[in-house]
Every structure is written in structure tokens, then in C-alpha cells.
């Protein structure tokens, strides 16, 4: 045994010993935190011990958590992760993390540091001057990200054990956090009508009648389109990377997808592409990269645009305040109460599983499960 346990206050330190100092002339000995148990103290000496021996032991270093995160581990991650996801882990550390956490030394982090982190996020999160606290999904997202982080450095022995495996993270309620809220057949139907002659029609129009997701929409080109036999298909899509809009694969393998087109959508789309050519002829405009919504020199449009454009819209109509993503919601609800199967409207969405689906319109369901039992009466005992 080349260590020992050790107690100081209510805390129990693992000991390490690690060789002769020569400058000093003494003995030398690490101390590393393992909590408020003996057993965890001494189930700690022995994997650094274990370690020791096995030539796999490395000494702590005097870099703070913020240094870590930004020199050490987030380079590393540039050529592993999609743009956007790079781009929200730089954005969140940078936005949240660092301010709080950044100048704590990383071996002197603890599970209760990050237990008051996420209760400060929870309750004044937000960094916009509106004041009030993250949603849990937020605040389990950034756990999950300094979790990864802490693992890969108990992983190369910078750490001894990962303090967010210990702390408290936010349960996030099965489905979303955040009620839903769509429109009605009616309602939908006539907002379209109210805005034919906005410049935003088009797009819109389309992500109500496919499900698709705001990225998808605007990272559709016409080589993917045909109208001749009424499909689509989503292959990539465009998303906000540190403000600028960047081409990107869609969200997930069951995202790329084909879509049927109902005779409407292939008449608004037909008339969209006669008028952007005319437009284009008109302009003398030579810049031309295929996408089917874009801005006046031919580049993709920005997303945000899209649902600032949307907020604008229905801020000045006389129907209920709906998201742009509600519109994805709204499809996926009509049809599932029009009798779609759920595996079809799964499908259509790009979602990874009916089972998903019904998940997450579960609020769809019950009134469904009603005619169903109705249905089943009548087959069976002529009863309605």
C-alpha cells in the first residue's frame, strides 16, 4: 500500500504517496477528495494505488475548470461533433458555464458545486436582461455536456472521479417540458388564407402541409424536389452556427426522408418555382445554389429570419400566438386525429419510432382510444 486514508473535518481524503521530494527533502503526498465516506475514500485509494502500479497514475494539475473545458477539451471535440453541436457546447460553456464555475480548480471540483449551478440556472438562468430561470431540458443539456467533459478526464487520469456522475441534475418530464399548443384544421386553413401575399407564404405553406422542421424547409433545393411525382426529399438542412447559416445534415438518420405532396402543396410550389425564375431573369442575378427559399443574391436564408419573420406574422393576426415549430405539431395533430396510423405520421416527421411519436402526442391520444372503443361497439353489437 503506498497511501493511506485520511479525515479532515467531515470529509475523507484519499492519500497518495508519491516519492522522495529532492528540493524539499521530505516525503511527498497528494491528497484527493472523495467525499463523506470512509468506504468512498478507500475504494478511491485503491484505484490510484491500482493505478500507481500499473504506471497509469498522474499527478494533479493546477488548471481551473474554464481552462480545461475551452484549452483542453473543447478543442478536441471540433472534428467529432456536427458544427451546430460543437457551436452550442461552445456557447453554453461560454454563456453559462464559465461565469460560475470556470475559475474553480478542476480537481477541487465537487458534486455540490454543480448541485447549486443547476439550481442558479433553474431559477435566473437566462443571460438576455429578461430575467427568470432555464428550462430543466436546458439545464439537463449542459449537465450532459460537463459530464462528457469530466468523464473524458477521469478517462486520461486528470481526474479522479467524475463529480457529475454525483450531482443533481434536473428531471426533465417524459415528452417535453413545455405544454404544446396547436391550431385547429379551421384555424390553420384560414391563417394561410391571411397571409397569401406575404413573401413568407411559401415556406410556411410548406412546413404546415410536410411536418418539416424549420432547418429542413429552408435547406430544401429543387434537385430534391419532384413535382412530377409529388415527393420531396430532406437530406440536409440549414442551422444558426455561432450566427451564420451553414448547410448541415439532417438532425438524425431518420430525418432523411421522403415526403408525399398533396395536389396543393405541388400547385404552390409550382407556382413559387415560375416566380423565383422570373425574379431571377429579372435581376440578372447569377448566383444560383439550388435552394428553393432564398434570399435576393441566391444564398440560403438565415433561420432566424424565418421565425422572426413568423412572430411578426402572427403577432399581427387575430389567432392564437403559436411557435414556428408549433406548425410541425399542428400537422402531426391533424392527422392523427384524421385516422393516420402513427407509424405513417412517424415516418413523415423523420421521428426514430412510432413509439416516439405516440409519445410525444400522447395528448392526441385519448380522444383516438374514444372512437376507437366506439368504432369496436358498433362492429361487434350494432351499438353507437
Do not use: C
Request: aromatic share 8%; proline share 4%; hydrophobic share 40%.
Amino acid at each position: 500500500m503506498r497511501g493511506h486514508v485520511a479525515r479532515k473535518g467531515s470529509r475523507y481524503y484519499a492519500v497518495v504517496y508519491e516519492g522522495f521530494d529532492a528540493f524539499t527533502g521530505k516525503d511527498k503526498y497528494r491528497w484527493h477528495a472523495a467525499g463523506d465516506t470512509r468506504k468512498a475514500a478507500e475504494k478511491l485509494l485503491g484505484d490510484l494505488v491500482k493505478r500507481l502500479h500499473d504506471g497509469d497514475y498522474r499527478a494533479p494539475e493546477r488548471i481551473t475548470f474554464g481552462d480545461y473545458l475551452l484549452e483542453r477539451w473543447l478543442p478536441t471535440k471540433r472534428a467529432q461533433l456536427r458544427l451546430s453541436t460543437f457551436s452550442s457546447y461552445k456557447n453554453n460553456i461560454e454563456l453559462h458555464v464559465l461565469p460560475h464555475l470556470g475559475a474553480i480548480p478542476l480537481q477541487k471540483l465537487q458534486p455540490e458545486d454543480l448541485d447549486t449551478f443547476y439550481a442558479h440556472l433553474l431559477t435566473d438562468g437566462k443571460r438576455n436582461g429578461a430575467g427568470g430561470g432555464l428550462a430543466p431540458k436546458t439545464v439537463r443539456i449542459i449537465h450532459g455536456i460537463l459530464r462528457k467533459a469530466l468523464a473524458d478526464a477521469m478517462r486520461k487520469g486528470t481526474v479522479t472521479r467524475n463529480v457529475a456522475d454525483l450531482a443533481d441534475a434536473p428531471k426533465v418530464r417524459l415528452g417535453g417540458s413545455r405544454e404544446m399548443t396547436v391550431w385547429a384544421a379551421d384555424e390553420l386553413r384560414d391563417f394561410l388564407a391571411t397571409i397569401e401575399d406575404s413573401e413568407w407564404y411559401v415556406p410556411i405553406f410548406l412546413a404546415a402541409n410536410t411536418g418539416m422542421r424549420r432547418g429542413e424547409v429552408l435547406g430544401l433545393t429543387w434537385r430534391n424536389v419532384d413535382l412530377d411525382t409529388a415527393r420531396l426529399t430532406v437530406s440536409q438542412q440549414i442551422l444558426s452556427v455561432e450566427y451564420e447559416a451553414k448547410v448541415a445534415d439532417v438532425k438524425t438518420s431518420h430525418s432523411r426522408r421522403t415526403i408525399d405532396l398533396d395536389p396543393k402543396t405541388v400547385a404552390v410550389l409550382k407556382a413559387w418555382r415560375r416566380q423565383q425564375l422570373e425574379r431571377k431573369l429579372a435581376t440578372g442575378r447569377r448566383k444560383d445554389e439550388g435552394f428553393v427559399f432564398t434570399r435576393d443574391d441566391g444564398g440560403p436564408i438565415h433561420p432566424d429570419a424565418f421565425s422572426q419573420a413568423w412572430e411578426r406574422l402572427v403577432r399581427t393576426s387575430v389567432f392564437r400566438r403559436i411557435r414556428l415549430h408549433d406548425l410541425r405539431h399542428t400537422h402531426a395533430t391533424i392527422l392523427l386525429k384524421a385516422g393516420v396510423p402513427v407509424k405513417v405520421v412517424s415516418e413523415r416527421l423523420g421521428h426514430s419510432s412510432p413509439a416516439f411519436t405516440m409519445t410525444v402526442y400522447q395528448h392526441v391520444l385519448p380522444g383516438m382510444q374514444a372512437d376507437a372503443a366506439a368504432a369496436f361497439s358498433a362492429a361487434v353489437f350494432g351499438l353507437s
